[in-house]
Nanobody, 115 residues
Framework: QVQLVESGGGLVQAGGSLRLSCAASGRISSINAMGWYRQAPGKQRELVARIFSSGTTNYATSVKGRFTISRTNAKDTMYLEMNSLKPEDTAVYYC?????????WGQGTQVTVSS
């Protein structure tokens, strides 16, 4: 079992920055990959960024160059640095961990970007 808790969401003006954190606990040694997803009202949940155990990262096209995903070496905390935020980035952001083919989710944190 892996438990995930997000923090760092909030209200920010367009062009501003936020940093999200995801604290992982439990069987974190079994985690193969971690990622951030988001879900805006009336839309499907979508992948924002992902980081693998190798350190390889990938990003949604819409956030490339503006967001940066990282994690601690101990894999117990993952971050999403969000810069140049746009109103269309407004969503609930969820932390995800994949451990032995099982996906785990955090409870989500709201990010609201005002124009």
């Amino acid at each position: 079992q892996v438990q995930l808790v997000e923090s760092g969401g909030g209200l920010v003006q367009a062009g501003g920055s936020l940093r999200l954190s995801c604290a992982a606990s439990g069987r974190i040694s079994s985690i193969n990959a971690m990622g951030w997803y988001r879900q805006a009202p009336g839309k499907q949940r979508e992948l924002v960024a992902r980081i693998f155990s190798s350190g390889t990262t990938n990003y949604a096209t819409s956030v490339k160059g503006r967001f940066t995903i990282s994690r601690t070496n101990a894999k117990d905390t993952m971050y999403l640095e969000m810069n140049s935020l746009k109103p269309e980035d407004t969503a609930v952001y969820y932390c995800n961990a994949l451990a032995r083919s099982v996906g785990y989710w955090g409870q989500g944190t709201q990010v609201t970007v005002s124009s």
